[in-house]
């Protein structure tokens, strides 16, 4: 099996107001150091290794998975995983 | 009128369009993936999917969203509200996306919105710049595009309505727009909730009565 870790992320200069209220949150809690907060998602995927990993996750992301007007996305592969 | 898992305000819009609109409606199920036959499209507003991953986004893969790709192609009317216009963006009928409100709240209240085309089969019924009372409910109604769709909009005139007083950070105060053809419309604001006195205002009506008008001189040019 391997297990594909998707990575989505909002676009440089669009608007992340989730971020924005947890950077405020940390700097309550004195975090002077926090300087941006930008919020994304995770999703983590089981396929098997007869699937060409490349080409179906870049149309996943594409289609579902990530919304191009407004999210970029990266993922990693690992090989060789046991479920 | 399509009704997906978690749309709630299906019979709201099927009330506006069977009691206070007079015409007929019906109700199709998601699963149901014909949509051939009907004079006018309508998406309801909810939370399909509960939202799950974006709004619109698992809907907008629906099979009954092909059978509605394929009549927008064929030119007929279809208006998407609330979710159902995350549903149109989602499916790429509209361009741009709808990100969390500005100031995070779920904001539930009329909204002042200034009509900046009535030139289309929507919005016939309205003056131009007319200032009409609609309800808001969402939390991601921030709509979001980049400057060169932006620009496109405002060339080819499909930004439909703008907010008075931007309630959610849309860019360019956006409230609703068109596709280019003309036939597709998406809006955050609530017109079939404005459609009668004892809801507190009756200018959502003009849209559905817009939308029946222009069938009519169209049927009847046509026939």
Same mark, same amino acid.
């Given at each position: /099996?391997?297990?594909?870790?998707?990575?989505?992320?909002?676009?440089?200069?669009?608007?992340?107001?989730?971020?924005?209220?947890?950077?405020?949150?940390?700097?309550?809690?004195?975090?002077?150091?926090?300087?941006?907060?930008?919020?994304?998602?995770?999703?983590? /995927?089981?396929?098997?290794?007869?699937?060409?990993?490349?080409?179906?996750?870049?149309? /996943?992301?594409?289609?579902?998975?990530?919304?191009?007007?407004?999210?970029?996305?990266?993922?990693?592969?690992?090989?060789?995983?046991?479920? | %009128?399509?009704?997906?898992?978690?749309?709630?305000?299906?019979? *709201?819009?099927?009330?506006?369009?069977?009691?206070?609109?007079?015409?007929?409606?019906?109700?199709?199920?998601?699963?149901?993936?014909?949509?051939?036959?009907?004079?006018?499209?309508? @998406?309801?507003?909810?939370?399909?999917?509960?939202?799950?991953? &974006?709004?619109?986004?698992?809907?907008?893969?629906?099979? @009954?969203? *092909?059978?509605?790709? &394929?009549?927008?192609? &064929?030119?007929?009317?279809?208006? $998407?509200?609330?979710?159902?216009?995350?549903?149109?963006?989602?499916?790429?009928?509209?361009?741009?996306?709808?990100?969390?409100?500005?100031?995070?709240?779920?904001?539930?209240?009329?909204?002042?919105?200034?009509?900046?085309? #009535?030139?289309?089969?929507?919005?016939?019924?309205?003056? %131009?710049?007319?200032? @009409?009372? @609609?309800?808001?409910?969402?939390?991601?109604?921030?709509?979001?595009?980049?400057?060169?769709?932006?620009?496109?909009?405002?060339? #080819?005139?499909?930004?439909?309505?703008?907010?008075?007083?931007?309630? #959610? $950070?849309?860019?360019?105060?956006?409230?609703?727009?068109?596709?280019?053809?003309? #036939?597709?419309?998406? !809006? !955050?604001?609530?017109?079939? &909730?404005?459609?009668?006195?004892?809801?507190?205002? !009756?200018? $959502?009506?003009? !849209?559905?009565?817009?939308?029946?008008?222009?069938?009519?001189?169209?049927?009847?040019?046509?026939?």
């Amino acid at each position: /099996m391997k297990k594909v870790s998707i990575h989505i992320t909002l676009k440089e200069g669009v608007l992340d107001p989730e971020g924005k209220a947890i950077e405020g949150s940390l700097a309550t809690l004195g975090y002077e150091g926090v300087k941006e907060v930008r919020v994304g998602k995770l999703i983590e /995927m089981y396929m098997d290794d007869a699937v060409d990993v490349k080409a179906e996750v870049e149309a /996943m992301c594409q289609k579902l998975l990530a919304n191009p007007v407004i999210e970029n996305y990266t993922y990693d592969v690992e090989e060789g995983v046991v479920s | %009128m399509i009704v997906f898992p978690g749309s709630n305000c299906d019979r *709201d819009m099927y009330h506006a369009a069977k009691d206070a609109l007079g015409e007929e409606a019906e109700l199709v199920w998601y699963q149901d993936s014909h949509l051939s036959g009907y004079d006018a499209i309508l @998406i309801p507003g909810g939370f399909s999917y509960g939202d799950y991953l &974006r709004c619109g986004a698992i809907a907008s893969t629906s099979k @009954i969203v *092909d059978s509605l790709k &394929r009549e927008a192609e &064929r030119g007929t009317p279809i208006l $998407g509200v609330c979710n159902g216009f995350q549903i149109l963006l989602e499916a790429g009928l509209l361009p741009g996306a709808l990100l969390r409100n500005e100031k995070l709240k779920f904001i539930c209240h009329h909204e002042t919105l200034v009509v900046k085309n #009535n030139q289309t089969q929507f919005t016939s019924d309205y003056q %131009m710049d007319e200032e @009409i009372s @609609i309800p808001v409910a969402h939390g991601e109604g921030n709509y979001y595009c980049d400057d060169e769709t932006l620009a496109q909009l405002k060339t #080819n005139q499909q930004i439909v309505f703008t907010y008075k007083d931007n309630p #959610n $950070g849309s860019v360019a105060d956006i409230a609703g727009i068109i596709n280019e053809a003309g #036939n597709v419309l998406g !809006m !955050m604001p609530h017109p079939e &909730r404005a459609t009668e006195t004892i809801l507190g205002s !009756m200018d $959502g009506l003009k !849209m559905f009565t817009s939308l029946v008008k222009n069938w009519r001189d169209s049927y009847v040019t046509n026939a």
